[in-house]
């Protein structure tokens, strides 16, 4: 069986220690908008979403290259982030099975070229083990979590990439 990293790992098990955790970086220009429409704009957002889960779902650990579909779709701090998660795990020799599930996207705002949504993920599915073959995964871990999600113009198939992504509470997401 493939060897599999997911947004639950990353988010599930990293996301106490990343969210919050900004180190400010030089200033992004706004972008313009280039959607027609909000209801446009968070069609990309949730189609962009929606490729990035699934990149995550086809990373193996193991082979560093399978990172750069994931890469393809963050820019700034998501981009730093999975950067700095995925080379980790690859390191500690961890070992990620199970596929995540997005199971609501709920849209927030749009700002020129910024779109804001809430996105529920399901990560029941998803089992992580380090080196020695024990599990990582807390006790306590929820089956489903909700992340708020930025996403800012770029050049991806969908014209968006994931700029943020930072856990919060959302009871959309607790069904």
Sequence with gaps: MRTR???AALSGLLVLAL???????????????????????????????????DALNQVDLSDPETFEAVYGWTTGEANANE?????????????????????GFHPGAVTGGIVDAVVCSDV???????????????DNRPSQYALQVTFVESSTPTGL???????????????
Excluded: I, M
Aim: glycine share 6%; proline share 7%; hydrophobic share 30%.
């Design 161 to 175: 990439s994931v700029r943020t992504s930072d856990a919060v509470e959302d009871p959309r997401c607790n069904s």
């Design 124 to 138: 029941s599915d998803v089992q992580v083990t380090d080196a020695t073959g024990q599990s990582v995964v807390p």
């Design 19 to 53: 969210a919050g955790c900004t180190t400010p970086g030089p200033a992004e220009p706004t972008p313009t908008s280039g959607f027609s429409s909000e209801e446009e704009a968070f069609t990309a957002a949730e189609e962009t979403y929606r490729a990035y889960v």
């Design 5 to 7: 990293v997911t947004a």
């Design 83 to 103: 950067r700095k998660s995925l080379s980790q795990l690859h390191a500690d020799g961890w070992v990620v099975a199970g596929d995540t599930t997005v199971t």
